[in-house]
């Protein structure tokens, strides 16, 4: 008989994420994902200035901080056949690019790096044995025996004090963990260089954003003024201190993350290359052109891939009503059409319709509502987003250099092409797509820098007054979020947003099962999963996190009474 064991919430990840999994012989035979908080960010934008909207809609998430701007300003220009300077577009892909460097590497360190890393068992290490690995895998220079031996004392005063701080509740011990005791220390120490150096990188954001988080975006461009000899300006001081950190973070995910990477890879493969990979479709919006708005010239190509089958890419039209919809089957929302309709986002309705029982409740009625995410679908098929999305795509389009380092890696680790398609082939993906995000971000600064000698325009403001607009208008903005596909849908009428809706990343991927019984992404990567102890569920954690969640694109969930309502932390 199955046991259903519930994980509410998942910790290390931003927003409510519920699950609850059913576990036969020791390996879960199905699985439920439920978002618990409402998101009503559709509403708030209505009736709004269209060129005001990026301001709302940015702050759904602190954390991919600046997508959803892009993404909204991208909407509006879509909308109002707008075609932003060049220097805007470098502009926006160096900050996109950042974005991407920082969000991975938090993700990877201090959101995923302690569901493989065992930070108890760095006490065992020998500080030389550390020193001597550690040099094994990179030129880093923090690497002295006498660096280690002060990592280990100061997780050892943690442990002494009984106060492990950002180490507590792990699940510290559990057999499922196997780097050795130096390679834990290793972990650990990057770990805490992590947490300096991501500090660092986001000073490009407030240089041509003015701050971070919540860069300003503006529609038409960037509200970045540079004129190289202008103290008052970006000027040519501050771009080279813009250069300077983007050759720190290269330097960083060159000397530390990837090589931690493929150490993890290394050690983990023989299961995890095999577990987690859930459903067999890949969708993949593309970003970062190069030359206007032509997905030609995208670093990151668009596509998707069905059933896993590298040899085609079938073509995506985020604006046909046959391609994408939104389901409320299992989603506690209403829909004028009725509850198994499905819709376009251009006629997306956000009504809210909870009628399920009031948290904190024993299971989940997975029979009927239990979630706050809706359910989208292409052409009636779930859909995996991503980084790993995106480097398939790339692969199967023979796009370079994201084939020839996919080979590069795929080599070294002594794996099949098979094993991207799981936990470790996601957590794999993430770290390849930053160093290419490195690399294409100096890029787009040396562009930037060309361009600048024959013309400093940032912003194409002809139809900027709101008499040259059409009276009714509608356009979709995509971008990659660092976490996967992201479209926002606006319908503009007499000057004023008449519809808006958003599809996020963690809507195609945490969204509950349709009419049809299909399960999405999360829940599929969990079946078959092997749990070695249901009151230790780290190989839940292990999968769920390797999606980066994120389901902060919600309000707070409050009790009838209005007041909070708060559960104990789960690791």
């Given amino acids: 008989m199955a046991e259903r064991i519930v994980v509410d919430p998942i910790t290390r990840i931003e927003g409510h994420l519920r699950i609850e999994a059913e576990i036969e012989g020791g390996v879960i035979k199905d699985a439920y994902s439920s978002g618990t908080m409402v998101r ?8 709004r200035d269209p060129r005001d909207v990026w301001a709302f809609v940015g702050r759904v998430c602190g954390v991919c901080t600046s ?3 892009l993404c909204s300003v991208r909407a509006v220009e879509d909308a109002l056949d707008i075609v932003i300077p060049p220097n805007a577009q470098m502009v926006r892909n160096i900050m996109a690019n950042v974005l ?12 995923h790096a302690l569901d493989w890393v065992d930070v108890v068992s760095a006490l065992k290490a020998d500080p030389a044995a550390a020193s001597a690995a550690a040099q094994q895998l990179s030129a880093w220079p923090k690497s002295s025996t006498g660096y280690f031996k002060t990592i280990k004392d100061r997780v050892q005063k943690f442990v002494e004090s009984g106060q492990l701080g950002i180490f507590a509740n792990g699940y510290w011990g559990h057999p499922a963990y196997k780097l050795t005791p130096e390679q834990n220390l290793i972990a650990v120490a990057h770990y805490l260089e992590a947490l300096e150096w991501q500090k660092e990188i986001v000073k490009v954001h407030a240089v041509f954003g003015g701050k971070n988080p919540h860069p300003n975006y503006l529609v038409g461009g960037m509200p970045a003024s540079i004129n190289l000899n202008e103290a008052n300006a970006i000027n040519a001081e501050r771009l080279a201190f813009v250069k300077e950190k983007l050759l720190e973070a290269k330097t960083f995910i060159d000397q530390v993350y990837i090589p931690d990477i493929l150490l993890i890879g290394s050690v983990y493969k023989n299961d995890w290359g095999k577990i987690g990979g859930g459903i067999s479709n890949y969708l993949a919006y593309g970003d970062f052109p190069m030359d206007g708005a032509d997905p030609a010239s995208y670093k990151m190509p668009r596509g998707i891939i069905l059933d896993r089958d590298l040899s085609k890419v079938y073509p995506v039209d985020a604006n046909s009503p046959e391609e994408i ?3 409320i089957y299992h989603s506690w929302y209403k829909y004028s059409k009725g509850n198994n309709a499905g819709l376009h986002p251009y006629e997306g309705e956000t009504e809210l319709n909870y009628t399920g029982p009031r948290p904190p409740y024993q299971h989940l009625d997975v029979n009927d509502k239990y979630s706050w995410v809706k359910t989208p679908r292409w052409k009636e098929k779930p859909m995996e987003v991503g980084p790993l999305s995106r480097m398939l795509v790339a692969y199967a389009s023979g796009k370079e250099p994201q084939k ?5 890696t795929l080599k070294a680790l002594d794996l099949p092409a098979e094993a991207l398609f799981s936990t470790l082939g996601r957590t794999a993906a993430r770290a390849l797509e930053s160093k290419l995000n490195a690399d294409w971000a100096l890029e787009c600064y040396d562009k930037l820098i060309a361009n600048l000698h024959n013309d400093t325009r940032m912003v194409n403001n002809e139809k900027w007054e709101e008499e040259s607009w059409p009276k009714q208008a509608k356009g979709v903005g995509l971008t990659e979020a660092p976490r996967g596909a992201l479209a926002h849908f606006v319908v503009i009428e007499n000057g004023r947003v008449k519809n808006y809706q958003l599809v996020v990343p963690s809507t195609w991927n945490a969204s509950p099962r349709d009419e049809k019984g299909q399960l999405s992404a999360y829940e599929a990567s969990l079946i078959g999963t092997p749990v070695h102890d249901p009151k230790l569920p780290l190989e839940i954690l292990r999968t769920i996190h390797s999606f980066d969640p994120c389901l902060a694109c919600a309000v707070h969930l409050y009790d009838e009474d209005g007041k909070y309502v708060h559960q104990m932390d789960t690791f």
Avoid: A
């Avoid at 020839?404 to 590069?408: E, M, T, W």
């Fill in 100 to 111: 991407y460097m920082h969000d991975h590497v938090v993700h990877f360190y201090h959101l």
């Fill in 325 to 327: 919809q939104e389901y």
């Fill in 40 to 47: 009503g960010i559709e509403t708030i934008v209505k009736d």
């Fill in 404 to 408: 020839s380092l996919i080979d590069d």
């Fill in 67 to 69: 997508t959803h701007s």
